[in-house]
């Protein structure tokens, strides 16, 4: 089936960026949509954005919008969300996601990567 990898969450001042991977083996990467969740402590899961496999991307959340961008890299079965001008409310452990669809809903989603932390001191 393949499995998911996060990398490069750690902790950040505010107004810092990270850039998180994500790499699919298997036959995760080919799933029709590669998409990037949230999960702070006591909350619920939270869409962040997805990908097509085109390459095109969907609609992010309001709060991340213009500051998050996701990628991917065919060749390198990786998927990036880059993360700049990061505030003290992204803090969360951030997980990868491989569906058939586009969806908010975590759900949707069939594989799920491990997750990393990403802090945001203020």
Same mark, same amino acid.
């Given at each position: 089936?393949?499995?998911?990898?996060?990398?490069? /969450?750690?902790?950040? &001042? @505010?107004? %810092?960026?990270? $850039?998180?991977?994500?790499? =699919?083996?298997? *036959?995760?990467?080919?799933?029709?949509?590669? /998409?990037?969740?949230? &999960? @702070?402590? %006591?909350?619920? $899961?939270?869409?962040?954005? =997805?990908?097509? *496999?085109?390459?095109?991307?969907?609609?992010?959340?309001?709060?991340?919008?213009?500051?998050?961008?996701?990628?991917?890299?065919?060749?390198?079965?990786?998927?990036?969300?880059?993360?700049?001008?990061?505030?003290?409310?992204?803090?969360?452990?951030?997980?990868?996601?491989?569906?058939?669809?586009?969806?908010?809903?975590?759900?949707?989603?069939?594989?799920?990567?491990?997750?990393?932390?990403?802090?945001?001191?203020?």
């Amino acid at each position: 089936q393949g499995q998911l990898v996060e990398s490069g /969450g750690g902790l950040v &001042q @505010a107004g %810092g960026s990270l $850039r998180l991977s994500c790499a =699919a083996s298997g *036959r995760t990467f080919s799933s029709p949509v590669m /998409g990037w969740f949230r &999960q @702070a402590p %006591g909350k619920e $899961r939270e869409f962040v954005g =997805a990908i097509y *496999r085109s390459g095109i991307a969907t609609d992010y959340r309001d709060s991340v919008k213009g500051r998050f961008t996701i990628s991917r890299d065919n060749d390198k079965n990786t998927v990036y969300l880059q993360m700049n001008s990061l505030k003290p409310e992204d803090t969360a452990v951030y997980y990868c996601a491989a569906g058939r669809r586009a969806s908010m809903d975590w759900q949707e989603y069939d594989y799920w990567g491990q997750g990393t932390q990403v802090t945001v001191s203020a």
